[in-house]
């Protein structure tokens, strides 16, 4: 028995610190790794914001939030494609992935609220400008239009979180629950992520190094931690309130579901429909979660072609 007691007293700790010694093997980001980013940094309150600013200066202005897991690079063929159509197209990686900061601070919509606001001013992007959020990001931009209504001309929401939970049993358990949760997550995330991408691997994305850049983020320190952050901050309470305040301000909403979503599923649609009358629903039917990457073109031409309908139909 006291042979069975110390092996015990021996493995929990060793068991404890797996995951902080996970973490240390993973690269920490640096001027090094900064070095190979495209793009610009911004030097914000938080730490720094990595950015590309591309499409004509004169252009209206769009600014896309990218998701819970993956950076901006998911938008890179959609902001080639907005810019073709004359849009000026701001995509940022959010603090804890990508290329910017992993500052350790609970991961809310309105911290991101915050960088957003903060990279608009140190930009010097004053006007109202289109708030494009896929997945998480849309909580994100829903929130800081709802806070900060004169700087949003239009919402666009992809796929959008905040409106069902869309957590799992075992997900939300470990959001829930800080110190086991956190150990558990660390634990198991990782390689469920891995696992997860590869199989979502999708031949018609129109950004071909996604995966890669993707799976990348496992590697480097602070991710996983910010994920989980994001999960406790975002994902856990659905945003009716917010949503009614921006219908009440007369926003225009266009929502776009892929038909075969598992992580989002477009059941959504009839729930934000209630909470927002005057939405713009669209559906793309052969599309899954990865929609602004293997969609660009389509997601594009709804964007436009809806905003065509606006001004002059």
């Known amino acids: 028995m006291s042979y069975v007691l110390g092996a015990v007293a021996v493995a929990l ?5 797996l995951p902080g010694i996970g973490e240390l093997r993973r690269r920490k980001l640096d001027s090094t790794r900064r070095a190979e980013a495209p793009g610009r940094f911004a030097r914000l309150s938080q730490g720094e914001t990595h950015y590309c600013l591309t499409g004509p200066e004169d252009g209206e202005l769009v600014v896309c939030i990218h998701g819970l897991t993956a950076p901006s690079v998911v938008f890179k063929a959609l902001a080639r494609h907005l810019a073709a159509q004359g849009k000026r197209v701001l995509i940022y990686d959010l603090y804890g992935r990508g290329y910017s900061d992993r500052p350790r601070a609970l991961q809310t919509p309105g911290f991101f609220t915050r960088q957003l606001h903060e990279l608009l001013s140190a930009l010097e992007l004053r006007g109202p400008v289109t708030l494009l959020g896929y997945s998480l990001g849309a909580t994100v931009a829903v929130q800081f239009a709802a806070e900060m209504p004169e700087r949003v001309s239009r ?10 939970s869309e957590l799992s049993p075992i997900v939300d358990w470990t959001a ?19 696992q997860n991408v590869i199989e979502s ?11 890669r850049i993707h799976l990348a983020e496992l590697e480097r320190r602070g991710y996983v931690r ?24 007369g926003i225009p909403v266009l929502a776009i579901w892929g038909g075969q979503d598992r992580m989002v599923r477009s059941d959504g649609m009839e729930q934000l429909q209630s909470w927002n009358p005057s939405v713009e629903l669209r559906l793309i039917e052969d599309a899954w979660h990865g929609v602004p990457h293997t969609h660009a073109s389509e997601v594009a031409r709804i964007i436009c ?9």
């Open 176 to 194: 829930q629950h800080r110190g086991v949760g956190d150990w558990l997550f660390h634990m198991v995330f990782p390689k469920a992520h891995r």
């Open 226 to 249: 910010s994920v989980l952050s994001s999960l406790r901050g975002c994902l856990q309470e659905p945003q009716e309130a917010q949503h009614r305040r921006v219908a009440g301000l």
């Open 13 to 17: 700790p060793l068991l404890a610190a």
């Open 155 to 164: 919402l666009v929401l992809l796929a959008p979180a905040g409106i069902e």
């Open 201 to 211: 691997s999708d031949a018609r994305s129109e950004v071909p190094e996604v995966d």
């Open 305 to 313: 072609g809806d905003e065509t309908r606006r001004e002059f139909g």
